[in-house]
């Protein structure tokens, strides 16, 4: 495991329990992770490196320009889109090309290769796409929850889409036996203890994790959808 400390980046072995530090990786600030890289990716404030796990050192890469940048995530062939306050794009090398003009809260790229923007206030985007000679091509785009303040997503084991949202708590994306789309909300009248959702995380068992300022909440699968324990109010 990649871990930050406070006496910089080491890498934690597992087996040993050992921690063994980055070598060139004491004076590095990196904010964040990218999803799904392979070598993984990390955003600085002024660049992106790859971790070199053979050499255990970092190696700057011209994979995508990170000033300005507060998200990126990369697809199972290794192509970039990130966002920044204003809009998201896809990345290869220097180039960059527009795909939405909002800003974006939160990305996932799905097991089928598509790609879910959420945006700070104007919904949520499924976007199919294909790659062509260094550009990206939209097959389609399709927009739901359109003024809702997205924070946050997740794809669970079962293929549906969880979204997270400031206001009106969580919403799930299923498909039903006929292959048509279903959305079912989770909220404060539903038994959330809160609508303003910061995460939310699938465990083994098939339970979810709702976390919220004030804590956690968990939905327990049962016969009639889920069942709902109040962490925080124990």
Request: charged share 20%; glycine share 8%.
């Amino acid at each position: 495991f990649l871990v930050s400390t406070s006496d910089g980046a080491k890498v934690f072995n597992k087996l040993t329990g050992s921690f063994t530090a980055v070598s060139n990786g004491s004076d590095k600030k990196y904010f964040n992770l990218v999803q799904n890289s392979d070598p993984p990716l990390l955003i600085g404030i002024d660049k992106t490196v790859k971790f070199d796990t053979l050499n255990n050192e970092y190696v700057p890469v011209e994979a995508i320009s990170s000033k300005g940048t507060t998200r990126i995530i990369s697809d199972r062939m290794g192509n970039l889109f990130g966002s920044n306050l204003h809009q998201l794009f896809f990345s290869s090398g220097a180039n960059s090309q527009l795909i939405l003009n909002y800003r974006i809260s939160s990305l996932l790229i799905d097991k089928k290769g598509d790609l879910w923007a959420g945006t700070w206030q104007n919904g949520l985007f499924k976007i199919k796409y294909r790659i062509k000679n260094n550009q990206v091509e939209i097959i389609a785009k399709e927009h739901y929850l359109t003024s809702e303040n997205i924070r946050t997503l997740l794809e669970d084991s079962k293929g549906n889409i969880w979204v997270g949202t400031r206001y009106k708590g969580v919403y799930r994306f299923n498909k039903n036996e006929k292959g048509q789309l279903e959305v079912a909300n989770f909220n404060q009248s539903t038994g959330l203890s809160s609508n303003f959702i910061k995460g939310i995380k699938e465990d083994g068992k098939g339970n979810f994790w709702v976390a919220f300022y004030q804590g956690l909440d968990k939905l327990i699968p049962d016969k009639n959808g889920f069942r709902i324990f109040n962490f925080s109010r124990v």
